[in-house]
Nanobody, 136 residues
Framework: QVQLAESGGGSVQAGGSLRLSCAAS????????MGWFRQTAGQEREGVAA????????YFADSVKGRFKITRDSAQNTVYLQMDSLKPEDTALYIC?????????????????????????????WGQGTLVNVSS
């Protein structure tokens, strides 16, 4: 069973930066997309960013475009989320996820929207999350 472990969260002032990491406990299937969701208390899980296998195409939510960057090190089974120009509204639990996809087919729709609890099973693997707090 693959396990995903996030790190890099913390507290930062508005305008600052953080870099999140998500490391897989063992090799993720080569045809897996990996991405990040975020969630605040009482809210649904929002897709933030995702990347195809082999560092292919990427997806970013409109709210983070131009500020966040996602990269992937397949050899290390790790995906990174560089977050710059952080805003208080970025405060959330950031959760890593992986799901089967195919290079060249684009990031699947499940990474591109807000998920309700019954839809979490549409992803193959989930991490526990890392907290990001942005103060004004």
């Amino acid at each position: 069973q693959v396990q995903l472990a996030e790190s890099g969260g913390g507290s930062v002032q508005a305008g600052g930066s953080l870099r999140l990491s998500c490391a897989a406990s063992k090799h993720i299937p080569s045809r897996s997309c990996m991405g990040w969701f975020r969630q605040t208390a009482g809210q649904e899980r929002e897709g933030v960013a995702a990347i195809e296998p082999g560092a292919g195409s990427t997806y970013f939510a409109d709210s983070v475009k131009g500020r966040f960057k996602i990269t992937r090190d397949s050899a290390q089974n790790t995906v990174y989320l560089q977050m710059d120009s952080l805003k208080p509204e970025d405060t959330a639990l950031y959760i890593c996820a992986a799901a089967t996809c195919f290079y060249g087919s684009g990031v699947p729709g499940i990474f591109r929207r807000t998920l309700r609890v019954p839809e979490y099973g549409g992803l193959d693997f989930w991490g526990q999350g890392t907290l990001v707090n942005v103060s004004s």
